[in-house]
């Protein structure tokens, strides 16, 4: 019985297993016909997937380019930089190798908690970086020691250095990280995405940031499902960003930073024919390297607490009331006028009366009867009051405008700033007032409302000397390598002229010689007594504070017994040689006081010395009819 | 008629045992688990270790007790199928006291110096208890539903267990390998019909007790580009391994989506993908075939098998094995969603080896014993 039940149930076991067995079998199919889709039918396209996913671009920062001084000195170049990273899976202990570590360099507390918490949060095998700028010595000692160092690896980078520390900071400027605002503002470059990638932050870095900077190279590489790269695939190296060469010279640069010693000043040196930029000074100044390796909490505070202002560029963002160095510009406008002649002649007591105000003179006791030679020579307040009122603001404005003054010069910077030269409708539209007679009296002297930059103080000064042509200043020499025909190199643009008439210019040049080289000059004793290289300049004033009439009636107080930031500041703009202009400067001490002793001599100085470093330029001059084989000479 | 019985009931020696072992199908066993030492020495770069030596020396200690358990005598298997429930439902139990917690479930408990993975042991002794209770009815008895309720009690309290654990791919192994059980011993097909129907509402009603990340993993599943760095990003992984591979594979120790890390789980769940991209599907098809022939054994012995219990214990074993395979394999190909079921005696893992060549261990046992009688009554 049992038997013929379990036959019964063997049977349809049987049954029932052939069922499965032809199910299981059914979908063992599904899955090889699966099989043979992904793997033959779609093949191609996963094998495209797969290679997607192993190859990664990486990026290769090209060498930024090199900023160069008019001789060829690097002024910004790129230097090796020695650095250590841990990679924290080759290591067990990482403390331990950090100790290890700091027995062969000084390893800082901060340096060893920021590596730590990198490594906590970085995967293992990403290089966390421990310190940079090693010393060769350092780097040496470590890689000596290496095998007893697991994990530390040293890398060679480049990094930004300039070599001339603070000579340059406002001029060259400086590089730095990539921000959210530089990405926002700048046309897109996968290099900005880059870790650790520096772009120009200020002055010619910034400028011509994407000259310098070059274009990015690409490695491709293969790459696992982490980043982690296993080898390079190909590489294409990209191209180096372009050398920019200034016409600032290196040297006089940082003879005008010395002799300027601890003043809060700036100082532009200018070629009068081309416009070369040869030395921008703004003192005190920075080390642009700390900012390129980052700097510290403290040292910002310093320089940003500083009265001097270290930070800006006073050479083309201060703007100051130029004094008497405007004076030029107000004969300039009154000849020009036809308003008066050269013999004009006025005579100053003291001061003068505009209705019931006093308008006095710097010289307290008058100056007597003057020319307008003598009164450039003298600085005499009064004459200019008086021509001024003849000639009135918009003339005056007008011929400051010709002068550069008032208005941008497009130099090569960010930040430059425009001064100002009021105007009558400036006044009503600014300020909602009518221009007062009183205006112009204080306008014909460089003060009230008049400000201007050094920069457009020196560039006055340069096309003054210059015969009247708009020179415009600039810092790059050339844009592209200079190539074998030093004839173009140096060929400068023909600036336009102004359109002064000889002998108005010639009267006020001779005021302006007048001004050192005769014993009533208000700088006789800053004159170059050198043959052939006389010079020819202007002192100002740019009151800070206006002198009461109460300490008037005292007695003003000596510059020296005033507060600091209460002294006057001191202008002086000059250009030598007289015979044969050829470079131009101005000179603003902030709070130095007086102009003929504090800035006078300082632009002396900077023209001789000018000069002195330009033997070949003036051989070039001399020779230029005779043999065009020199001006090769000079350029190659 | 007592004497036929008798007859039937026949004492092997030990050396007839042996002599009688299915070689062919140890044969098979040990191709197919070194493929997986193959596997995982690429995985390691075309390093033994660490993986391929620890998977070899764990796969030597599975077969010296697959042949403890095939020489064992069957009814003694069949005496201590309940007992061997009982304990591993205890041990399911025990997981969610004090169970160690891994890849965000709970599903190992520590006995002494070992983890055992409880839900593996009970795939086991599942089909053990349901073998015997099946061989215990007559076919009258089959047909009827009050004998069916106590079987599905038997496969309710582990497979809700397991799901709490939470370990969706476990429960779906043990319900469908149960339902091979069921289907082998008789039950009538409109009952499966009935019970499908009504899985089908109570999944969706089960659904809102699922986990989050079973949830979404579902979904995933559902829409493969909803989550393309999750978890869709393994199956699409997986599925360009294969792709990749082409019909002869890069090669040994070759794939580049396995090498470079972008396959996960390389070395468990998605080794059938680092295999296809390495030997094509040349590699995956042969494979395919050791499968087919292992689980053609299994079927073989359970037809040869005079008793019951033999029977249903070979197809309820080799149904499952089945189950692990096909489903891992359409789940690297992105056919079902991730559920995390090994590939059988190839992915990297103990307790998953350990059960599978126990269950060999008892396939073999079927078959030296497959003209032992057993009465459905006497146990």
């Known amino acids: 019985m049992s038997n ?3 036959k019964e149930k063997s049977r349809l076991f049987n049954r029932r297993a052939l069922l499965l067995g032809s199910g299981q079998a059914a979908l063992m199919s599904v899955l090889a016909g699966r099989l043979y889709y992904l793997q033959v039918m779609q093949s191609d396209e996963y094998t495209m997937m797969a290679d997607e996913n192993r190859m990664n671009i990486r990026l290769l920062a090209p060498l930024r380019g090199r900023i160069l001084d008019r001789t060829g000195q690097e002024i910004a170049s790129n230097r090796q930089n020695f650095r250590v990273v841990l990679v924290r899976e080759q290591t067990e202990n990482v403390e331990k190798t950090l100790d290890r570590l700091s027995d062969l360099v000084e390893v800082s507390e901060d340096d060893r908690l920021k590596v730590l918490k990198e490594t906590r949060r970085k995967r293992g095998f990403v290089p966390i970086p421990v310190m940079e700028n090693l010393t060769w010595e350092e780097f040496s000692r470590i890689n000596v020691h290496s095998p007893e160092l697991p994990g530390i690896h040293l890398e060679v980078g480049e990094k930004r250095h300039y070599p001339y520390n603070h000579l340059f900071s406002h001029t060259v400027g400086y590089v730095g990280a990539v921000s959210e605002r530089d990405l926002r503002n700048l046309e897109p470059d996968p290099l900005l995405e880059l ?9 010619i870095e910034k400028f011509y940031d994407m000259k310098l900077r070059g274009t990015a190279g690409t490695s491709r590489v293969e790459a ?20 920019l060469e200034l016409t ?11 002799r300027m010693g601890e003043e809060s000043a700036a100082a532009v040196v200018l070629d009068i024919h081309s416009g070369d930029i040869l030395s921008m000074v703004s003192v005190p100044s920075f080390n642009p390297n700390s900012f390129t390796t980052g700097i510290s909490v403290k040292e910002w505070e310093g320089l940003r607490s500083n009265p001097k202002n270290p930070l800006s560029n006073k050479a083309i963002t201060g703007q100051y009331p130029p004094g008497s160095t405007f004076k030029m510009v107000v004969a300039l406008a009154a000849l020009e006028a036809g308003v008066i002649s050269p013999d004009y002649k006025v005579f100053c007591g003291g001061h003068t009366m505009l209705g019931k105000h006093k308008f006095h003179c710097w010289k307290r006791g008058g100056h007597g009867k003057l020319n307008l030679a003598e009164s450039i020579a003298q600085s005499c307040d009064v004459y200019f009051y008086d021509i001024a009122r003849k000639v009135g603001i918009d003339k005056i404005a007008e011929m400051a405008n010709h002068f550069g003054l008032g208005e941008k010069l497009d130099l090569d910077l960010y930040g430059e700033k425009r001064g100002l030269i009021p105007t009558t409708s400036w006044k009503q539209a600014v300020r909602g007032e009518r221009w007062q007679v009183g205006d ?40 592209a390598p200079i190539q074998n025909d030093g004839e173009k190199a140096v060929a400068v643009q023909e600036a336009e002229e102004i359109g002064l008439s000889k002998s108005a210019l010639q009267h006020v040049l001779r005021g302006m010689f007048e001004v050192v080289n005769d014993k009533k000059g208000t700088a006789f004793g800053a004159r170059i007594d050198e043959d052939g290289r006389e010079m020819a300049g202007k002192s100002g004033t740019a009151q800070v504070r206006r002198i009461s009439k109460k300490e008037r009636l005292t007695g003003v107080l000596k510059a020296e017994e005033r507060p600091w930031e209460e002294r006057d500041h001191a202008l002086f703009v000059a250009y030598a040689p007289y015979d044969n202009p050829k470079y131009a400067v101005s000179v603003i001490v902030e709070h130095g006081g007086s102009a003929s002793k504090v800035a006078a001599p300082m632009a002396r100085d900077l023209l001789m010395e000018a000069m002195k470093l330009d033997p070949i330029a003036q051989t070039r001059e001399n020779d230029a009819e005779k043999d065009s084989s020199a001006v090769r000479g000079r350029d190659a | 008629m007592l004497k036929e019985l008798g007859s039937r009931e026949v004492n092997l020696t030990l050396t007839k045992k042996i002599l009688d072992l299915n070689w062919g199908l140890v044969l098979l066993i040990c191709l197919t688990a070194s493929v997986g030492f193959l596997m995982l020495y690429s995985a390691a770069n075309g390093d033994i270790n660490p993986w391929a030596s620890r998977q070899m020396i764990r796969f030597a200690a599975g077969m010296f007790i697959l042949f403890v358990v095939a020489l064992t005598d069957i009814r003694i298997w069949l005496r201590l199928a309940y007992p061997f429930y009982a304990i591993a439902l205890l041990m399911l139990g025990s997981v969610e006291v004090m169970g160690v917690i891994g ?7 520590e006995l002494g110096p070992i983890q055992v993975q409880p839900s593996e042991v009970m795939k086991i002794t599942l089909i053990m208890a349901l073998a015997r209770y099946f061989h215990g009815l007559d076919m009258n008895e089959v047909r009827r539903i009050p004998w069916l309720i106590p079987p599905l009690i038997l496969i309710a309290m582990p497979a809700g267990l397991v799901l709490r654990q939470p370990d969706l791919g476990t429960t779906l192994l043990l319900v469908a390998g149960a339902g091979i059980v069921f289907f082998a011993a008789g039950v009538r097909l409109w009952k499966f019909a009935l019970v499908i129907g009504a899985a089908i509402p109570a999944g969706f009603f089960a659904y809102q007790f699922l986990h989050d990340y079973q949830k979404k993993r579902i979904l995933i599943f559902l829409n493969p580009e909803s989550d393309p760095l999750g978890s869709g990003y393994h199956i699409m992984q997986s599925k360009i391994a294969l792709g990749s591979g082409g019909i002869f594979g890069k090669g040994f120790v070759q794939g580049t989506q396995s090498h470079l890390n972008y396959l996960p789980e ?46 249903l214990l070979a197809i309820g074993l080799t149904g499952v094995f089945f189950l692990y395979f096909f489903i891992n394999i359409a789940m690297v190909m992105g056919l079902v969603p991730v559920v995390g079921v090994p590939l059988p005696l190839i992915s990297y893992g103990g307790t998953s080896m350990l059960t599978l060549l126990i269950s060999f261990g008892l396939i073999i046992s079927v078959y030296i014993h497959r003209d032992v009688y057993i009465s459905p009554r006497k146990y």
Request: charged share 20%.
């Open chain 1, 248 to 258: 600032i010279d290196v040297r006089l640069q940082d003879y005008a930073v010395e």
């Open chain 1, 224 to 243: 696992n499902a982490y980043g982690r790269v296993i080898r390079e695939l190909s590489r294409q190296e990209g191209e180096p960003g372009e050398d």
């Open chain 1, 440 to 479: 112009t009296f204080n306008a014909g002297i460089g003060q009230g409302y008049v400000l201007t930059t050094p920069l457009q103080l020196a560039v006055m000064t340069a096309r003054l000397a210059n015969g009247g042509k708009k020179v415009l200043p600039r810092l790059v020499r050339h844009q």
């Open chain 1, 4 to 6: 013929t039940r379990d």
């Open chain 2, 103 to 109: 890849m965000g479930a709970r599903r190992w408990v």
């Open chain 2, 266 to 311: 390389m070395r468990t769940d998605f080794i059938f993908s680092m295999l296809a991209e390495e030997f094509g599907m040349v590699g995956g098809l042969a494979l395919f075939t050791l499968y087919f022939m292992l689980i053609a054994y299994g079927f073989a012995i359970a037809i040869r098998s005079r008793n019951q219990f033999g029977r």
């Open chain 1, 195 to 203: 870790p650790g990638f520096r772009i120009g932050k200020s002055g």
